[in-house]
C-alpha cells in the first residue's frame, strides 16, 4: 500500500512534460520582452529604454497564458477518440478539408496578411486589430494526426506501396505544395516528419527512397524558383561576399553570439537587437539569448529541449495503442526537428529560412499549437495512470500490472 501511495505521488511524465513546456514559454516571454526593448527618439526622454514593466502586460504574455491553457485542456482530452470514430463522423474528415482549405486561402491575394513579402497568415476579425492565424502551424499538429491515424487502422498494409503508403503520401504531398511557395522550411518539416512516421507505422523504407528523387527535385526546384532563396544559399556559403547585403543577417546573427561569451552581456543589456540583427524576437531570438545569457543561457535552452523530448518519448514507450505511440513520435518529431533546425541557422551551419524555435520565438499560433499538441502528448500518459488505477482497484500485484502496462 505505501508503494502505491508513493508512486501516486510522484510527479507522472505528463506532468513534468507540462511543467518544462511552461517553463520554456516563460523563457520566451521574458526573451521577446528583452528583445523587443527600444531606445526612446523623444525629444523630453531622448536615449531612455522602453517600460521594462510592460512584459507583465504584452502580447506575448497573453499568448503564453492561452499557449499554457490550451495544453492544460488538451491534456484532459481523450485523444484516442479520433481513432476510434471512422467513417462519416471521423473529426479528420473536418481537420484535414479544412486545413487545406484555409491553407490555400493564403494564397489567394487580398485576403492574406503579409509580412517581410511572405503571406502565411490570415486574418482573425477586423484588420484594424491586427489579429492572425498562420494555418501551416495547424497543418503541421493535423498531418501528425492523420498520418498515424491512417498507420494505426490500415497497419496490415502498411507494406503495400499503392494502398498503403501512396494515399498519406499524397495528402502530405498536397499540403506541402500548397505551403511551399510561402514557407520552404515548415514544408520541409512536414514533410520529414510525415516520413519518419510512415516508416515507424510498418511503411518500407525502400519504398520511401524510390520517391526520394521527387521530394528532393521538388526542394531543388522551390530553390531555385525564387531568387530570395537562392541568395540565401550564396549568403551560407560565403556571407563575406556580400556583408552588407544578403550576407548581413548571418553575419550579423554569428556577431551576436560571439559578443556573448560564456556568462553573457546580462538580460537586457543586449546591443545587436537594437536595430542590427534582423528578426530577432522571432526566428533569430536564440542569438539574442546568446549574446544576453551567454553560453550558460544557450546550454539552458537546449537542455530544455532535451529534457522535453527524453520524457516525450518516455511517454511513446508507456503507450500501448499504435495511434497514440504514433501521434506522440510526430509531436515530438515536429518540436525537435524544427528547433534543431532553427539551432541550425540562427548559427549558421543551414542557409537562412523562415522557422521559428517552438515555444521561444514570438509567435501565437505557433505557441498554441504547439502546447496543445504537447497537451495532447500528456493525455496519454494520464491514460496511462487512468488504467494503472483501474489494476489497482483489481489487487493485482505490481509484478503483474508492469507486466500488463509494457504489452
Known amino acids: 500500500m505505501r508503494q502505491d501511495a508513493d508512486r501516486h505521488s510522484m510527479l507522472r511524465w505528463g506532468q513534468v512534460l507540462q ?24 525629444a523630453a526622454h531622448p536615449g531612455a529604454m522602453s517600460d521594462p514593466f510592460s512584459v507583465l502586460t504584452g502580447r506575448p504574455l497573453i499568448y503564453a497564458i492561452l499557449a499554457t491553457a490550451a495544453m492544460i485542456f488538451a491534456s484532459r482530452l481523450d485523444v484516442r477518440w479520433i481513432f476510434r470514430h471512422r467513417g462519416w463522423v471521423s473529426p479528420l474528415l473536418i481537420l484535414v478539408p479544412g486545413t487545406i482549405i484555409l491553407i490555400g486561402l493564403t494564397l489567394v491575394p487580398g485576403i492574406a496578411r503579409t509580412v517581410n513579402g511572405a503571406s502565411r497568415w490570415l486574418y482573425i476579425g477586423p484588420r484594424s486589430m491586427g489579429l492572425s492565424f498562420q494555418p501551416s502551424e495547424l497543418a503541421k499538429l493535423v498531418i501528425v494526426i492523420a498520418v498515424a491515424s491512417w498507420c494505426a487502422k490500415r497497419s496490415g498494409v502498411m507494406k503495400r506501396f499503392w494502398d498503403g503508403l501512396i494515399p498519406p503520401l499524397i495528402l502530405v504531398g498536397v499540403v506541402c505544395f500548397l505551403i511551399v511557395k510561402e514557407d520552404l522550411g515548415t514544408a520541409v518539416l512536414i514533410g520529414l516528419v510525415s516520413m519518419v512516421l510512415l516508416v515507424a507505422g510498418g511503411a518500407r523504407i525502400w519504398q520511401l527512397l524510390l520517391i526520394a528523387p521527387l521530394g528532393a527535385g521538388a526542394i531543388v526546384y522551390a530553390i531555385m524558383r525564387e531568387p530570395y532563396r537562392m541568395q540565401r544559399l550564396m549568403a551560407f556559403l560565403d556571407p563575406w561576399a556580400d556583408p552588407r547585403g544578403v550576407g548581413y543577417h548571418p553575419i550579423q546573427s554569428m556577431l551576436a553570439i560571439a559578443m556573448g561569451g560564456v556568462a553573457g552581456r546580462g538580460l537586457g543589456n543586449g546591443v545587436q537587437k537594437f536595430g542590427y540583427l534582423p528578426e530577432d524576437t522571432t526566428d533569430f531570438i536564440f542569438a539574442v539569448i546568446c549574446e544576453e545569457l551567454g553560453l550558460i543561457g544557450a546550454v539552458l535552452v537546449v537542455a530544455m529541449f532535451l529534457v522535453l523530448i527524453w520524457v516525450g518519448l518516455a511517454i511513446v514507450r508507456q503507450t500501448r495503442d499504435t495511434f497514440g505511440r504514433l501521434l506522440a513520435l510526430g509531436v515530438l518529431l515536429t518540436v525537435g526537428l524544427q528547433a534543431t533546425i532553427n539551432l541550425m541557422v540562427v548559427t549558421v551551419m543551414v542557409p537562412t529560412k523562415g522557422i521559428a524555435l517552438p515555444l521561444i520565438s514570438a509567435g501565437g499560433t505557433g505557441w498554441i499549437i504547439t502546447a496543445f499538441g504537447l497537451g495532447l502528448v500528456s493525455s496519454l500518459d494520464r491514460a496511462c495512470e487512468m488504467e494503472e488505477m483501474q489494476l489497482d482497484a483489481e489487487g493485482l500485484p505490481d509484478w503483474v500490472m508492469t507486466a500488463r502496462m509494457g504489452q
Open 19 to 42: 511543467l518544462v513546456a511552461v517553463a520554456m514559454l516563460g523563457m520566451g516571454v521574458v526573451a521577446i520582452h528583452s528583445a523587443g526593448l527600444s531606445i526612446s527618439t523623444d
